[in-house]
């Protein structure tokens, strides 16, 4: 009887593999069609396969009635199409739908059913989900506040390279909230989402370096990141910078600029 279920299930894998095979050329035609801002193609490639139940297609075809690329924007459209698709499993789709409840758009704001959504995705490892669904504990919407379990999922989204994640997490470790205080960790953490040029992350890592949390006291790198951080626009790090620079030598603070600039020139890589 085990054999025999093995033998069936093989054969259903294999015509739905058959069948994938022209659907996922049709996908690929209408993505690359997308991107190339030709969205008649792409819808003419979707539609069929979307209405015959392609959750990919559903997806996709929610994705440009959501931001009205090809068709007029409709948020009850998109809702219905992702919808659809969220119901066959699709993350993507999942995800989207959760934004859109969050946002009450197209459907009533529901932050329970976004948080429920989000859910499904983050389970299936989608790291923006992870990102939203912890944002969701941290603020307590839609769902009872819960510092340890955001902590939990920012370190899913963080490990996945999630720039957002891993600033919110180092801000946890920083101040303790939903973890044990760990400053050294909450530098490694800024450093990550610093070196994807995170201007609050480069912010608060020049705060670590000048009180010498979690790394050794050091002006010049602390003035170092307070200058990449007022390049974005920070004013507070305008501020520090320049309450540092009181404390330094003209070696120092030459050295700190010319720190900067190399920083910058990697795209904050190494630093």
């Not at 973890?179 to 040029?197: I, M, N, S």
């Not at 951080?229 to 620079?245: F, L, M, Q, Y």
């Amino acid at each position: 009887m085990i054999k025999s279920f093995k033998a069936v299930a093989l054969g259903l894998s294999l015509l739905f593999a058959n069948v994938s095979v022209c659907s996922a050329q049709d996908l690929q035609k209408g993505l690359e069609a997308a991107q190339k801002g030709d969205y008649a193609t792409a819808l003419r490639e979707w539609r069929p396969l979307a209405a015959q139940g392609d959750a990919d297609a559903q997806s996709n075809l929610g994705v440009m009635y959501a931001k009205g690329d090809g068709v007029t924007q409709d948020y009850k459209e998109a809702v219905r199409l992702y919808g659809l698709a969220a119901a066959q499993g699709n993350e993507r789709a999942q995800y989207n739908l959760g934004v859109m409840y969050q946002k009450g758009q197209g459907v009533t704001q529901d932050n329970k059913e976004a948080v429920r959504l989000y859910g499904l995705a983050a389970a299936q490892g989608r790291a923006d989900a992870q990102y939203n669904l912890a944002l969701m504990y941290d603020q307590g919407k839609g769902v009872t506040q819960d510092y340890k379990e955001a902590a939990r999922l920012y370190g899913l989204a963080a490990a996945q390279g999630d720039g957002k994640a891993q600033y919110n997490l180092g801000f946890m470790y920083q101040t303790g909230r939903g973890v044990t205080q760990d400053y050294k960790e909450a530098v490694r953490l800024y450093g990550l989402a610093a070196a994807q040029g995170r201007a609050d992350a480069q912010y608060n890592l020049a705060l670590m370096y000048g009180n010498g949390q979690g790394v050794i006291q050091d002006n010049v790198y602390a003035h170092m990141w307070w200058n990449i951080a007022a390049s974005s626009g920070i004013a507070s790090a305008v501020k520090n910078r320049d309450i540092v620079a009181e404390k330094m030598t003209a070696a120092d603070i030459s050295k700190a600029q010319e720190l900067a600039r190399e920083c910058v020139k990697k795209n904050y890589r190494g630093c």
